[in-house]
């Protein structure tokens, strides 16, 4: 999965901002971040607006066609 969303920030970066945390490390920022998102599995793909608002929330392994679909609903 790392590639493909290495890849989309390439291309979405200068407007979408890319956030990823490590849920099996010990970055306490990260890991509450989680737990006020409710992710529980690997990967989980969280869509949200700037304020922190979440508009959808995905997991599993995704397709790029279906990332692309997940950041479309940032623009409405």
Request: glycine share 12%; net charge positive.
């Amino acid at each position: 999965m790392k590639p493909l969303v290495e890849g989309l920030e390439k291309q979405y970066g200068s407007s979408i901002e890319f956030r990823r945390l490590n849920v099996g490390g010990n970055d306490q920022a990260s890991l509450a971040l989680a737990d006020k998102l409710g992710v529980q599995y690997v990967p989980t793909f969280v869509y949200a607006t700037k304020d922190g608002m979440v508009i959808k929330t995905v997991v599993g392994e995704q397709t790029v066609d279906q990332l692309k679909a997940g950041l479309g609903t940032l623009k409405q």
